[in-house]
């Protein structure tokens, strides 16, 4: 997969350092094996122990000083909300919340986990902690879909967003979205980003007030990147097949295949991707977020130990 390679070597070159707060987890220890064996990000933990074996960093959560330390820092960032030191010292039970505090802190510079926790505590644990960054508006997520030569017929690497996060954005929201997708693509990949905001409707032919919200959003999108490849309102088959797109929108300028969907709803873009990966046997990498400060991925508690693996390599290409 030529895009995973080009990460990998990224992800080589900058050698950030990634958190698996998890280590209690097979599956998390074996990516970690094989994330140092491959020299693609400096891996740390929090068990002293299984870090040894492995050769990697640890970050000692048993030593008293440092817990102090932790809960001072939940405690100043967490006080106007009413969070006591002694409440902030209870917090810390939790691997999530240590997580986000050693990011806080830059003593490591990326966070993956999920692999044992639920999404909603590593979301709320990243919101309360890192916060989002200060040119973005709110947290969203994108899947990273990678094909094999047999299903590449539209490329060998598509982007849709958002799958997992944000349940029924306003054109506001579905903009920032959107407009977060376009600089993660540009990021990740060399290819111009080409984006498709999705809809029932090509080129306003249904009028409803889903309709009027993505073309709200594509305008507002259109006007932050005025020279980029963006259609929309666009219906999935038009944004993937010129011909079609010339019946549809025969004055349209973009070009098709697109290679970033922004689904208007979590519905469409959860069953979208789902009914992708299952039907075409796509590698589905994610969710990956964006939107926050610095960078932490949430795992499926599904997760194989391959998908650790690349969640890390992305995970260490958006640290900047």
């Not at 809960?71 to 409440?87: C, I, P, Y």
């Not at 810390?92 to 802190?105: D, E, G």
């Not at 986990?113 to 902690?129: D, F, H, K, W, Y």
């Not at 991925?297 to 599904?302: C, E, K, T, V």
Request: net charge negative.
């Amino acid at each position: 997969m030529p895009l995973f390679d080009d990460l990998n070597r990224r992800a080589q070159t900058k050698y950030p350092r990634i958190l698996l707060p998890e280590s209690s987890d097979s599956r998390v220890i074996e990516a970690a094996h094989t994330i140092a064996d491959q020299k693609l990000a400096q891996i740390v933990l929090f068990d002293e122990d299984v870090a040894s074996s492995l050769g990697v960093d640890s970050i000692n959560l048993k030593n008293e000083d440092l817990r102090l330390e932790y809960a001072q820092t939940l405690f100043d960032l967490r006080k106007h909300k009413g969070v006591s030191f002694e409440a902030a010292l209870e917090m810390l039970s939790s691997p999530s919340i240590c997580a986000m505090i050693a990011l806080h802190r830059s003593e490591v510079d990326g966070v993956v986990t999920g692999a044992i926790t639920p999404s909603q505590e590593v979301l709320s644990s990243a919101l309360r902690i890192i916060g989002v960054s200060e040119n973005s508006s709110l947290v969203s997520s994108l899947f990273l879909m990678v094909f094999d030569e047999d299903h590449n017929r539209y490329g060998e690497n598509l982007i849709f967003t958002d799958c997992a996060m944000n349940i029924s954005p306003n054109s506001d929201e579905l903009a920032e979205i959107a407009f977060s997708a376009y600089e993660t693509a540009q990021s990740f990949s060399n290819e111009e980003p080409k984006l498709a905001m999705l809809s029932f409707s090509t080129n306003q032919s249904a009028k409803h007030s889903e309709v009027d919200k993505v073309r709200q959003a594509t305008e507002m999108v259109r006007s932050k990147l005025p020279n980029a490849q963006i259609i929309g309102n666009v219906q999935l088959d038009a944004a993937l097949d010129s011909e079609v797109l010339k019946i549809k929108d025969p004055d349209s300028s973009f070009y098709a295949p697109a290679n970033v969907f922004v689904f208007p709803n979590l519905d469409a873009g959860n069953i979208g991707y789902k009914l992708v990966q299952r039907f075409s046997g796509a590698k589905a990498v994610g969710p990956i977020l964006q939107g926050l400060s610095k960078p932490v991925n949430d795992l499926s508690r599904g997760c194989s130990v391959d998908e650790i693996v690349d969640t890390v390599v992305v995970t260490a290409n958006q640290v900047r």
